[in-house]
């Protein structure tokens, strides 16, 4: 079977999914497959790279990008020969449905979460409305479209202040890893992050902002959902910017989180709830804010969560008990098995 690992992407976490793949690539079992890598552009151009033959093969991130040099890749390829996508990437035209519904089209399996539940995991406010639905709580938050902040940007910053107090986050509606979102304190910050965060979206949702711990819990699975033990990022200030994700080590992940039983109980149940009310399958980690109050609210699904051996979702699933290359290997088998069962 050929295994299709796609990354790169036309969008604006495409370095972190070169990291995420680079990283998949050193533990693939490669007895199992054929495996291919393919590169898209921060363009939106696609090109295969030549087999990969083992762990040690890739030596660089530079490596994988470098297959821009190479053969522009023939979807017809995918369909010719028994195959398997895994696509490895981050944020729009990746996390977002739009690749999983290509891949519907053609027919093939793929990695991860199908189409309906990846645009409602990437869309802040839909996602917002479906786990209300499905009785998990969120913070207070508002959406601002980019109509009427043409037509007044007054008004749309009376109503915001009237809704909710500062601080507030200002987020693009689809969008990830914290690109566009700014912590602000009053009018002024407020109208510079809405421009900001008009750069990356025509939607944009502003949410309280409340002091809280952050806990994040993996999911595993199709119908059968497993739940991971909760990790907490421990940051020293409240907003868990691009940077703290990806440049500098100001955050530590203390796996499992230091809370409760009890409240470990509640966020793995909630995750599984929110999981299933977005209709995911395959992989993700719900995000949770638990204030000092002891209330948790549910902040976001991310269907392909940062992948590499160093991010949340495989370390939390090696302290559950999953090893990296065989959670690498289950995901694979959870996509081909969806495909089978049409789940
Ligand atoms: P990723 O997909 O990488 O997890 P994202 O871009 O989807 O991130 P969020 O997780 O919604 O963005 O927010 C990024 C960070 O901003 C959070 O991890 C947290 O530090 C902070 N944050 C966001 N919303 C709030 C809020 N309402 N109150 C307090 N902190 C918040
Ligand atoms: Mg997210
Ligand atoms: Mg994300
Ligand atoms: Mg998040």
Redesign the pocket.
């Known amino acids: 079977m050929k295994l299709y690992v796609i990354y790169g992407g036309k969008n604006a976490e495409h370095e972190v999914s070169v990291k995420s793949a680079f990283s998949i690539l050193q533990h693939i079992y490669y007895d199992y497959y054929t495996v291919i890598p393919v590169y898209i552009t921060r363009e939106g151009n696609w090109f295969r790279g030549s087999e990969v033959k083992g762990r040690d093969s890739i030596q660089s991130k530079a490596e994988l990008v470098d297959l821009k040099q190479k053969t522009p890749f023939s979807f017809n390829e995918l369909i010719e020969e028994e195959s398997v996508a895994f696509p490895v990437l981050h944020g729009p035209n990746g996390e977002d449905g739009t690749i999983q519904g290509l891949f519907e089209t053609l027919d093939i399996p793929y990695v991860g979460s199908g189409v309906l539940a990846s645009a409602i995991g990437m869309d ?1 406010l839909i996602s917002k409305s479906v786990f209300k639905e499905a009785g998990l709580s969120v ?1 207070p938050y508002k959406e601002v479209k980019l109509r009427d902040w043409k037509v007044s940007r007054q008004d749309v910053c009376d109503a915001l202040e009237t809704y909710l107090d500062y601080p507030m ?1 200002v ?1 693009p509606v689809n ?5 566009g ?1 700014t ?1 602000v304190l009053n009018t002024q910050e407020l109208i510079e992050a809405i421009e900001l965060a008009f750069n990356y979206d025509y939607r944009i949702v502003v ?4 002091p ?1 711990r ?1 806990i994040e819990v993996a999911i595993l699975g199709n119908e059968d959902v497993h739940t991971s033990v909760p990790g907490e ?1 421990v ?1 020293p200030k ?3 910017a691009y940077e703290d ?1 990806y440049l500098n080590q100001k955050v530590v992940r203390e796996i499992p989180a230091k809370i409760s039983g009890e409240l470990t109980k509640k966020m793995r149940k909630m995750a599984a709830d929110a999981f299933e009310a977005i209709n995911g399958s395959g992989i993700s980690r719900a ?1 949770f ?1 638990l204030t000092e109050e002891g209330e948790v609210y549910i ?2 699904v ?1 269907t392909f969560p940062g992948f590499t051996s160093n991010s949340m979702y495989p370390k939390v699933w090696a302290k559950t008990g999953i090893p990296y290359a065989d959670l690498i290997e289950e995901v694979i088998q959870l996509g081909l098995r969806r495909h089978k069962d049409k789940y």
């Open positions: 802040k913070l986050y987020k969008q990830g890893s914290s690109v979102i912590r949410e309280k902002g409340v809280v952050e990022l940051k409240p907003f868990y994700k995000d804010f902040n976001e991310n």
